[in-house]
């Protein structure tokens, strides 16, 4: 099975497993565009909202219903991953739950000023923050872990299955100079 459809089947399956236990105030399937996975309503604002304040985005993300799940205490979560023409590699990846956290993956360095990691998290507004993490992270992983440290309580209750299994499974992807710094191990 190619990696987009492994990829495709897992946001499903997480989201599903967000309706069924309550915690899916409103919710956009997953959809395949032609090389992306994204969500039923997408649409790419990011260019129009750069530089803007997160309650802009969160506010422009609301307005639009541009998200895979909203939480019911208005927390957003956003699941974007983009394959090669054949589906069999990851280029890169979005997680956003906006204001809060936010997990990127590029299999190509990014010319930049500041360095990159290919995989990090993005905590808050902190334009500089950049956390390296050991390889891109799986939809399944990125919700257990917005569910154990953010939604621990709400979500036990409601009973969040965080024994579901994950289909996906990528290969570790990390700068040299990363390896050396703190960073997260997925």
Known sequence: MKEQEKVFR?????TRELIRC?????????VIQQMDIVWEKYQNISLYLRNM?????????EKNHNYNV???DG????????FNRTGT????????LPVIIRADYNRDPEESELHHPY????????????????????PMKFVKFIMEHFYYVPSSQLEFNFEIEGIVAFEEHIAEKDINKS???V
Do not use: F, W
């Not at 897992?10 to 997480?14: G, I, P, Q, S």
């Not at 927390?75 to 983009?82: A, F, K, V």
């Open 10 to 14: 897992e946001l499903k399956k997480v």
């Open 22 to 30: 309550g915690l899916a105030e409103e919710y956009n399937y997953p």
């Open 53 to 61: 304040d997160y309650s802009t985005i969160y506010d422009e993300i």
């Open 70 to 72: 909203k939480l019911p």
């Open 75 to 82: 927390g957003i979560i956003q699941l974007m991953y983009r």
């Open 89 to 96: 590699e990851l280029i890169s990846h979005r997680s956003v």
């Open 119 to 138: 995989s990090h998290i993005t905590l808050g507004g902190y334009k500089n923050c950049r956390i390296p993490v050991d390889r891109p992270i799986s």
């Open 183 to 185: 960073r997260i191990i």
